[in-house]
């Protein structure tokens, strides 16, 4: 079974680019987050959708990010413009539903360096 | 605000021992708790989920243990091997409805062959 997607791997630009990440969750998981992780603050919640639809973005640092789920197979989290502090790594997870015994599958994450 | 505390945040141990990671969170309003292994430049496994409702959940050579009312986890790794290193995560759903999950910052552990 494919798992989740996450492209690229791997993402270098200067700051004040735009950046866009990139997740295909696991096929007839039908809830996506978004997740960053740095040395200093682990692994922290951005963002949630449930059905394609963002229930929780309270973790969305400030109005340069915004993510999108337009269907059910992808979805996107974009930065604009990129600082050097948004430097982490992002992850997508997925899970079948809302149930309390299903866990989070989560992709290989990108690796986003802005200079 | 829900927040998660693993210790230690490091352990080296020789091949065989038995070994008790632990995790700690400050509201035990929770729906569940899963523990999860990182390898370097990989993404989260998960090993094991207990519901809010569950004392244990046991897969293999691992047991995790819950007891909610005082805020605590542990994961027992039997018969440790090298194989078995790598960076141990514990979450935690919390209650009101929201979905996402807090995260401990791990244990990083090294099993000496």
């Known amino acids: 079974d494919a798992g989740v997607i996450q492209s690229p791997r791997h993402e270098v630009t200067e700051m004040g680019q735009e950046v866009t990440l990139r997740c295909k969750p696991i096929s007839g998981h039908n809830s996506l987050f978004w997740y960053r992780q740095t040395m200093m603050r682990g692994l922290e919640l951005l963002i949630y959708?449930?059905?394609?639809?963002?229930?929780?973005d309270s973790g969305m640092p400030e109005d340069r990010f915004s993510a999108k789920m337009p269907n059910a197979s992808f979805s996107t989290l974009k930065i604009q413009p990129s600082e050097p502090r948004d430097s982490a790594v992002y992850f997508c997870?997925?899970?079948?539903?809302?149930?309390?015994?299903?866990?989070?599958?989560f992709g290989d994450g990108t690796r986003l360096s802005i200079l | 605000k829900q927040e998660v505390t693993q210790i230690p945040a490091a352990l080296s141990v020789p091949e065989g021992e038995n070994l008790v990671l632990n995790c700690s969170f400050t509201d035990s309003a929770i729906y569940n708790l899963q523990w999860f292994r990182q390898d370097p430049g990989k993404g989260l496994t998960s090993l094991l989920l207990i519901q809010s409702s569950q004392r244990e959940q046991t897969s293999g050579r691992l047991n995790a243990s819950l007891d909610k009312s005082s805020g605590r986890s542990t994961l027992y790794i039997a018969a440790s091997q090298p194989g078995d290193s790598a960076t141990y995560l514990c979450a935690v759903r919390s209650g009101g409805g929201a979905d996402g999950l807090t995260f401990g910052k791990g244990t990083h552990l090294i099993i000496q062959p």
């Open positions: 997870a997925s899970k079948p539903g809302t149930a309390n015994n299903q866990p989070q599958h």
């Open positions: 959708f449930n059905n394609n639809v963002p229930i929780d």
